[in-house]
Antibody, heavy 117, light 107 residues
Framework: QVQLVQSGAEVKKPGASVKVSCKASGYTFTSYGISWVRQAPGQGLEWMGWISAYNGNTNYAQKLQGRVTMTTDTSTSTAYMELRSLRSDDTAVYYC??????????WGQGTLVTVSS | DIQMTQSPSTLSASVGDRVTITCRAS??????LAWYQQKPGKAPKLLIYKASSLESGVPSRFSGSGSGTEFTLTISSLQPDDFATYYCQQYNSYPRTFGPGTKVDIK
């Protein structure tokens, strides 16, 4: 069965960076892209970007351009999302999700990133 | 960017009620719309894709309709497990955008 398993919760100070991993199993990793979506406490869903696991092409949300980098490691079927220059309003649950020019059909369990001094 | 709106933002209903949630796009997205259900502390779950296609394993009481800029999600007979927040999302173009959500709670 398709599974996306994310790395554990992180606590970071303002200005630091965080890198969240998402290990995929149960399907051919390079046949689908990975989207990243975040959800601040008590808020809605915010799309952050997408990466093709086939060729590494990316598409990032404008507001995060320059601070976010999404990568994949096809040898381990793992996707990564790095966010730099963290601010308090980056505190959120970060989700990876499977998508290939379609609706997101499988989601990771989420990773809580807390940014606090 | 395509803006998505949903109405209502909160909906109070009883078990057995027929429930309808509306989602509107700021420009035409054809049928490239999905509906997700999210429960507290859980990841969203795909219910409907391509505006009206039911995801495998999703109960048939859920249905979607619409095209262009106006879409609806209908729950034909609300069950206790359906109290949750529902989001629409367009995947016609990048950036993907979500509606603000509709919380369905117990009347």
């Amino acid at each position: 069965q398709v599974q996306l398993v994310q790395s554990g919760a992180e606590v970071k100070k303002p200005g630091a960076s965080v890198k969240v991993s998402c290990k995929a199993s149960g399907y051919t990793f390079t046949s689908y892209g990975i989207s990243w979506v975040r959800q601040a406490p008590g808020q809605g869903l915010e799309w952050m970007g997408w990466i093709s696991a086939y060729n590494g092409n990316t598409n990032y949300a404008q507001k995060l351009q320059g601070r976010v980098t999404m990568t994949t490691d096809t040898s381990t079927s793992t996707a990564y999302m790095e966010l730099r220059s963290l601010r308090s309003d980056d505190t959120a649950v970060y989700y990876c999700a499977r998508e290939e020019f379609s609706a997101v059909d499988y989601w990771g369990q989420g990773t809580l990133v807390t940014v606090s001094s | 960017d395509i803006q998505m709106t949903q109405s209502p933002s909160t909906l109070s209903a009883s078990v057995g009620d027929r429930v309808t949630i509306t989602c509107r796009a700021s420009q035409s997205i054809s049928s490239w719309l999905a509906w997700y259900q999210q429960k507290p502390g859980k990841a969203p779950k795909l219910l409907i894709y391509k505006a009206s296609s039911l995801e495998s394993g999703v109960p048939s009481r859920f249905s979607g309709s619409g095209s262009g800029t106006e879409f609806t999600l209908t729950i034909s007979s609300l069950q206790p497990d359906d109290f949750a927040t529902y989001y629409c999302q367009q995947y016609n173009s990048y950036p993907r955008t979500f509606g603000p959500g509709t919380k369905v709670d117990i009347k």
